[in-house]
């Protein structure tokens, strides 16, 4: 992603900080950041992985 091109507004960061760290506060900033990140979640909760069946206490247990 680049941001060449869009402005990303910090004004809800002190200017100090906007003038020593832009680069990071515009991607705390940036929403297709967000929502790249939305959808990597979504896909990961989403996905279906193969589950290995847990021991159960009473199958462990001696006979």
């Known amino acids: ?3 060449e ?4 507004s910090c004004d ?5 900080v906007r003038v020593f760290n ?7 900033n940036d929403p ?3 929502d790249e990140i939305a959808a990597l979640i979504d896909f990961e909760l989403t996905s279906t992985r193969p ?3 847990a021991s159960s ?5 001696p006979k």
């Open 1 to 3: 992603m680049t941001d």
């Open 5 to 8: 091109d869009r402005r990303i």
């Open 12 to 16: 809800n960061y002190p200017w100090l």
């Open 51 to 53: 589950t290995t069946q």
């Open 57 to 61: 206490p009473s199958s462990l247990a």
């Open 22 to 28: 832009k680069p990071h506060h515009e991607i705390e």
């Open 32 to 34: 297709r950041v967000w």
